[in-house]
Structure formats: structure tokens, C-alpha cells
């Protein structure tokens, strides 16, 4: 077996709107075709692909299942995206990366699950500081 590629990451949500207004309206996923599944939920595409897929329906449980730490996506505008956490009061920690100098965005949606943003270090300095929304 060779493994050629991530296909999608799956994040519970206790909320579904508001789990798809963060990565719709926040990050800029677009809702497309998801199968007819049991449970409600909803499958985000970047590009043609559906990388994330939002399951709803049942309690999140109470413990933590496994030990993914974050997921993490290119992106880019880096002041854009800063201004979009803050209108939404979102916050984040923004740092560059030690010695690519790749900018590195972290925020969590509504249920806590951690994302980071990754911007080319030729982004320019963001007019927002290097700590996100009070």
C-alpha cells in the first residue's frame, strides 16, 4: 500500500450552522454535494475537493477521541483573514515560523478544534499585532 494523499479531515460540531458559518463565512470553504447520510452535516470543498466534513447529530463525547492535535491549511491575504477573525471576535496567535519565516495563523472553531493557517513568509506584516481578538 502507498499512501498518496490526505482526503479529508471530519470535525464534530454540536452546532452545525454555526460550525459551517466558521469555515464558510470565516475561512472560506464552500457547502457542496455530500451524500445522504444518516446523521445531519456538511461536507466544505476547497477547490473540487471536500476536505472537511462536518458531523452533527449526536453529543460530542465526552473525552477526547484520539490525539490530533490541529488541522492545517495554505491559505493567503493575510490581512483579510485577520480582519474577518476580528469582525467575527475570533481569537488568534500569530507567529512566523522560525527560519522559512512562513507565517502561521492559530484559531479554534465553535466546539475547540484547532486550526492553523499557513501564509507565505512574503506576505507582508499585518497591520493587526502578533496576538488575535480580545
Not at 522560525?98 to 472553531?109: A, E, I, M, N, V
Not at 506576505?123 to 493587526?128: D, F, H, R, T
Request: aromatic share 8%; proline share 7%.
Amino acid at each position: 500500500m502507498t499512501i498518496n494523499g490526505m482526503n479529508h479531515f471530519t470535525v464534530l460540531a454540536s452546532d452545525l450552522e454555526k460550525s459551517k458559518a466558521f469555515y464558510i463565512e470565516v475561512l472560506g470553504f464552500r457547502e457542496g454535494d455530500r451524500p445522504p447520510l444518516p446523521l445531519p452535516g456538511a461536507w466544505l470543498y476547497c477547490g473540487d475537493r471536500a476536505i472537511l466534513h462536518i458531523m452533527a447529530g449526536r453529543p460530542l463525547p465526552a473525552e477526547a477521541q484520539g490525539v490530533i492535535d490541529h488541522m492545517a491549511f495554505t491559505a493567503s491575504h493575510l490581512q483579510a483573514v485577520i480582519d474577518t477573525l476580528n469582525q467575527h471576535k475570533i481569537k488568534f496567535d500569530l507567529r512566523r515560523l522560525p527560519g522559512s519565516q512562513t507565517w502561521q495563523l492559530f484559531c479554534h472553531d465553535p466546539d475547540g478544534a484547532k486550526v492553523e493557517l499557513d501564509f507565505a513568509a512574503s506576505e507582508p506584516e499585518p497591520k493587526q499585532g502578533s496576538s488575535g481578538a480580545s
